[in-house]
Structures are given as C-alpha cells and as structure tokens.
C-alpha cells in the first residue's frame, strides 16, 4: 500500500514538472514574441517620426523648392527600394492642399510598379520595406538640408533590422555603393554580421568581466580596451 502511493505520488510530481517544464517554455515563447512586438512597434514609431519630420520639413519650403524636395525623395527612396528588392517597387509622395497647409501623404506602388493601387508603407508589407523607406527619408533629407555642402558622416543604428535574410547582402551593397559615389562616411551600429563585414573599419564591443571590450582587429596592430561600464 505503501508503494502504492509513494509510486502515484512520484507520477503525481512528474506530471506536475512536466507541465511546469511545459508552461515555461510556452512563456519564454510568448516573451520572445512580445519582444519582437515591441521592436516592431520601435521601428514604427521611429519612421512615424521620420515621416513627421519630412513632412514639416516638405511643408515648410516654399512650392517651387518643394516640388524639387519631394522629387529627390521619391527618387532616392525608390531607389533604395528597388536595389534592396530587386523589382519595380516606387515610393510616392502626394500633396494635397488643405487650407492654407499642404498635406504630404507617402505611398507605395505594388512591385510592378503599379500607380493604381498605392498602399501606405506600413500597411499590409513587413517591417523590411519600412527599414528601407526610413533609410531613403534619412539619406534623402540629409541631401536636403545641406546639399552640395553636405559632407559630414551619416551615422545609422540598425538601419535595416527587420530586413531579410535573402535581401540583407543588397542593403550593404546600397550602403557601400553610396558611401563611394557621394564620398560620404557611413557609420552603423548593427548587430547584423555581414552588415558589419562591409565596413572599411570594424570596432566588436563585448562584456568580459563586467567591463565592455572593444576590438579594432582591422588595423596594422591588434588594438584593445577595455572601458568600465
């Protein structure tokens, strides 16, 4: 009798601890897909401000400067796209007038290039093509602002984490390929491994001891320090 219940009491546990094992995993898997959530919703929010941005910046110029305004960012946007994704992707902007303040409305083609069904960015497409449209806004809005006299660095942080594997290698190739024809330095913080292989300079940061550890092994001597935290 004894035994009995020491061996019902032992599988009692043992479906306890397997349904524990069971709920914990479904908790790190619920974790895990919350904190895509929020990065998704980051990502949102920073091209919701990008988007801002542009539009006070196309609203405040005068109609013949904005005119050429949203030209170059349909064109560098547009670009940008089509290089990533290979097809015939394009980026519209469209002015409305409401009173005395123009309304700037962004859109996007289907990938034939179709004006007849535009889409707003964020609608119905994945994060991808939202990293790549702020990526052109970005680009595009720095030529504004400073035009031929615009050669300072432009700095990204993870400028295309939502990016697929299948088109990652083509946003590095954009990058490079702006960086060479505009003489302009990129610098990017990534955690994306061939994002960081293009680079003409590579800095690694890691945690060892509590301290963060920088590493430079592209230069003619191995360069290291380590920085309190």
Known sequence: MINESISQLN??????????????????????????IDDEINSLQEYQKLNMEASILLKAASKKARVHAIDVCEKIVTSSLQFVFQNNIKFIIEEKESGKNP???????????????????????????????ALGLRIAIN??????????PLVFDEPAKYVSREYIGNVGIFLKNFSKDFDRQIIMVTHDE???????C???????????????????????FKIDI
């Not at 030529?143 to 300072?152: D, K, T």
């Open 11 to 36: 599988n009692f546990i043992d479906n306890k601890n397997e349904l524990l094992i069971t709920k914990k995993i479904r908790r790190d898997e619920l974790n895990r897909q919350i904190g895509e």
């Open 103 to 133: 309304q700037i409305e962004f859109f996007l083609t289907d990938e034939n290039g179709n004006e007849n069904f535009l889409t707003n960015p964020t609608d119905a497409r994945g994060g991808g093509v939202v990293d790549i449209v």
């Open 143 to 152: 030529q504004l602002l400073y035009g031929e006299n615009n050669f300072g």
């Open 194 to 200: 061939y994002l960081s292989n293009i680079g003409d």
């Open 202 to 224: 590579v800095y690694a940061v890691d945690k060892e001891d509590g301290k963060s550890k920088i590493i430079n092994n592209f230069s003619d001597e191995y360069i290291e």
